[in-house]
């Protein structure tokens, strides 16, 4: 009866040892899991539509940059100041907030840079969402402006003359883009590339067909209504 009891004892602590086994494996699973980066969506009301914006993981500093200013509400009420026709829209200067009709924006900052996050994979495709700066040497970005891609398509001669001038090969798939989406590829390696734009891409056609004066700042402000971060 006692070995009985022993074999039955040896046999429950080897189920008990497997069952807890079992537990942290599982365990293991959910916190790889929980680790995983976490995707950033952007909704930017304007007040000529909804642009929807997706901020890359692969560019952290960029990516809680912005998600700290927009949980501020950092750019609410802020215009886009300067409309480039075929090239790109540029908002974020605070000064924008409540400047006069007409007056040059584009200087304004928030007391800090941001250091380049430069990817090969992201590139400055149209609807990109990419960081302004000065010309300083490290080529560090604004702490605050940025601008939305619009760009026109280029063809292979263009890309190929690009690649020396930029430095970085372009993948088929990327070619594919520059030549059917369209982009602004002089600018890669040279801006940090930091989201893009998932929905209203229409509506960055519109505000870059904004009729401009001086200093390429629209006539009838085009002004960003509210920004917050919203579930894919």
Not at 6 to 11: H, K, P
Not at 71 to 76: C, L, N, P, R
Not at 143 to 151: D, K, L, M, R, S
Not at 189 to 207: C, Q
Request: proline share 4%.
């Amino acid at each position: 009866m006692k070995k009985s009891i022993y074999i039955l004892s040896f046999v429950l602590s080897i189920v008990l040892v497997s069952c807890g086994g079992a537990k942290n494996k599982s365990t293991s699973k959910k916190e790889v899991v929980a680790e995983l980066p976490k995707d950033y969506f952007v909704q930017m009301v304007t007040n000529q539509g909804v642009i929807k914006l997706k901020l890359y993981n692969e560019t952290p500093l960029h990516r809680d940059n912005f998600v700290k200013l927009v949980k501020q509400g950092f750019y609410d009420s802020l215009l886009f100041h300067r409309v480039i026709k075929s090239f790109m829209i540029q908002g974020g200067d605070p000064k924008s907030k409540n400047s006069k009709s007409g007056e040059m924006l584009g200087d304004g900052d928030i007391g800090y840079r941001v250091p380049a996050e430069f990817n090969s994979q992201l590139i400055h495709k149209k609807g990109a969402l990419a960081a302004a700066r000065d010309n300083n040497p490290d080529k560090a970005s604004s702490g605050c402006q940025f601008y939305i891609v619009q760009g026109k398509p280029a063809d292979d001669n263009q890309i190929d003359g690009l690649q020396k001038r930029v430095g970085w090969i372009y993948t088929p798939a990327q070619r594919e883009l520059y030549k059917t989406l369209g982009g602004t590829p002089f600018l890669d390696n040279g801006y940090t590339v930091f989201g893009e734009v998932v929905e209203g891409l229409e509506i960055v056609d519109i505000i870059a067909g904004s009729q401009t004066g001086p200093n390429d700042r629209p006539i009838q402000d085009v002004r960003i209504l509210k920004c917050k971060l919203v579930k894919n």
